[in-house]
């Protein structure tokens, strides 16, 4: 066994898979040759267990060695010692080290054709651990289903707590983050009840958004309290994704909006707005496809870095379309008041666009790059304050933006009165 295989696996253990969720899973790996392949990643804060199940096991290999082909726990902190014993020796194999907790091997299965074993490991040093399954044997490929089931003993009664460390306070967090939103919403609706005179299509999409959020929300804590109770979402990761996918496009819809001032400045969008339309909402239905994909399965399927990467470009190349279509904006803005007659009333708009345009860039940097930068290097009990700060950081956007274009008769946005006002607000 070559150390290139086992580097990228390590690789995309530490990037792809940055996120300590444990549920009961069940899942087959088909006519598979992978040197080593990343079935979990846990972290363990008290008492643990692992189960691993298989069964309709099939080898095929110009040499079998049953010794050769297992499961095995790896921590974090062992993983350098067995980086080096591969530097080492290239052909070292990693079932051989003594710095990994050993599962089983192929020696343990009951005769073929339904090759079948399982065992249950307990683990009672805190730390963080992947599991993985090796196979050490060349031009061998292995075809069999496989059940993880990873759990805490937190309690005396006997149960089990399958939301492991730094993912336990999900369900509770994303319902304080639901009860915030829903007040945000009520209040929103009464706001709007009481200037509804001047109340324009763009709010009731922004209403629309917030009602979304706050479904996806407890959809996302009633998720996550049935895989921390009983290890299975019960359906509920169906309805979450579902909501999730309404919300993420109707942000990014009402960002592209607002930003070119359809419903406030103009009542129809022109040609290059509808084409950024028809680029954005795409983009973000492949990029919520991908962000399905990954959160179902995991890195034991072939194509998983494949479709990581696809969410990556999809997701980027949205939140670039956005930001250049808002610059652009702005130079054509500029660009039109030295030639028509609404010269000041243009510049005036200057302002206000580039105080919501910093706004969203801000945004998206921060849920793109710092979340994800927090994520990776967060210790593994604290990979929930990651998730905190991504609610945080929308709902504050969600608040700014809200008030910045909520429906009153003096809004700066489209509303010019004071020329000389304006000209000096524009020449700041």
Not at 299 to 309: A, K, L
Request: net charge neutral.
């Amino acid at each position: 066994m070559t150390i290139l295989p086992f580097l990228a696996a390590v690789f995309v253990l530490q990037l792809l898979y940055t996120l300590t969720v444990a549920e009961i899973k069940s899942f087959t790996i088909s006519n598979d040759s992978r040197p080593v392949i990343l079935l979990e990643k846990f972290g363990i804060i008290e008492i643990g267990h692992v189960t691993v199940s298989v069964s309709s096991v099939s080898v095929s290999s110009p040499i079998l060695d049953s010794s050769k082909l297992g499961f095995f726990v790896l921590s974090e902190e062992s993983l350098p010692h067995v980086l080096l014993e591969l530097q080492q020796n290239f052909s070292f194999c990693v079932l051989d080290s003594h710095y990994i907790l050993h599962f089983f091997t192929f020696v343990d299965l009951s005769p073929p054709p339904r090759s079948q074993f399982s065992k249950s490991y307990p683990i009672t040093s805190p730390n963080d651990y992947s599991l993985f399954f090796a196979n050490c044997v060349p031009e061998t490929r292995v075809s069999m289903k496989v059940h993880t089931e990873i759990y805490h003993d937190l309690y005396p009664n006997g149960s089990r707590d399958y939301l492991l460390a730094g993912s336990a306070q999900l369900p509770g967090l994303y319902l304080v983050f639901f009860l915030c939103y829903l007040s945000f919403l009520c209040f929103w609706l009464c706001f709007c009840w009481n200037h509804k005179q001047i109340v324009k299509r763009i709010h009731l999409l922004m209403t629309a958004l917030l009602l979304v959020k706050s479904l996806t929300l407890i959809c996302a804590a009633v998720y996550k309290h049935y895989v921390k109770v009983t290890g299975t979402a019960h359906g509920w990761n169906i309805v979450f994704y579902i909501f999730q996918f309404i919300s993420v496009v109707l942000l990014f819809m009402v960002i592209v909006l607002i930003g070119n001032g359809w419903s406030f400045l103009k009542p129809k969008l022109h040609v290059k707005e509808k084409k950024l339309l028809v680029i954005v909402v795409p983009l973000q239905v492949l990029a919520n496809i991908a962000s399905i994909v990954i959160g179902e399965t995991g890195p034991y399927t072939q194509d998983w870095v494949i479709w990581n990467q696809i969410f990556f470009l999809a997701d980027i190349t949205c939140c670039c379309a956005i930001v250049f279509a808002m610059v652009w904006s702005m130079c054509c803005l500029r660009e039109t008041s030295k030639t028509d007659g609404k010269a000041v009333k243009n510049l005036a708009k200057l302002p206000v666009l580039r105080k919501f345009y910093v706004l969203v860039i801000g945004y998206l940097f921060f849920t793109r790059i710092v979340v994800v930068v927090m994520k990776m290097k967060a210790d593994f009990t604290y990979q929930w304050v990651s998730n905190a700060a991504e609610e945080i950081a929308t709902l504050s956007f969600y608040c700014l933006m809200f008030y910045m274009f909520r429906p009153i008769e003096k809004n700066e946005y489209c509303d010019v009165d004071d020329e000389e006002e304006i000209v000096e607000l524009s020449l700041k």
